[in-house]
């Protein structure tokens, strides 16, 4: 039997049967190219804000940020029941920084010492402390009944409410993310 550079030889479920398939050269340079791809479509290609269901793992929100990227966190306070605003900054590696929080009052749950480098500033209607530099590698939120969580991020306002219940707990982070995330559509940025 005369062996063939361009075929390949599987043996059937009988011994001593074989069958012979032609290879082309186009069939293994696609294969190779249909594999590239595949390795490629793993590769972070993106960076993303994402807001997910803690229980769940569930995206409830993304939008695309890039390192320097602030985004902001507006609440009612449970106790002194006044508005109070955390603003926080997304890192290199993306982890968050608390970059500083504005408050109206003093109160339960309201930072009241300084640590070393912070900066408090007293306004006539507002309190910021500055410098705060907490960094963190996610935030978990637990969405209020009356504390109106809304988001403040790429110009856009999303009341947390309005991705989950409230109660629920819900885990804000950035993630690099591969192109396969966004032909799948997990990604549901909000315009």
Not at 167 to 190: A, H, K, M, Y
Request: hydrophobic residues 40%; proline residues 4%.
């Amino acid at each position: 039997m005369r062996h063939d550079e361009n075929k390949i030889n599987i043996s059937g479920s009988r011994p001593g049967r074989k069958i012979s398939w032609p290879v082309s050269r186009l069939a293994v340079v696609i294969m190779s190219i249909i594999s590239i791809l595949a390795a490629i479509s793993f590769i972070p290609v993106s960076r993303q804000f994402v807001v997910a269901d803690e229980q769940t793992g569930k995206i409830l929100y993304s939008t695309a940020v890039e390192p320097g990227c602030e985004f902001c966190m507006k609440y009612i306070h449970s106790v002194n029941k006044s508005p109070v605003e955390d603003i926080f900054e997304i890192l290199d590696d993306n982890s968050i920084m608390l970059k500083k929080t504005i408050f109206r009052s003093f109160g339960a749950g309201v930072p009241y010492e300084l640590e070393d480098g912070q900066v408090l500033d007293v306004g006539d209607d507002r309190m910021k402390i500055d410098n705060i530099d907490r960094e963190i590698d996610s935030y978990l939120l637990r969405i209020g009944t009356i504390a109106e969580h809304t988001l403040y991020i790429n110009g856009q306002e999303i009341r947390m409410d309005s991705l989950a219940s409230p109660q629920r707990t819900v885990r804000l982070e950035v993630r690099s993310v591969p192109v396969t995330f966004f032909l799948r559509g997990i990604t549901n940025e909000r315009k």
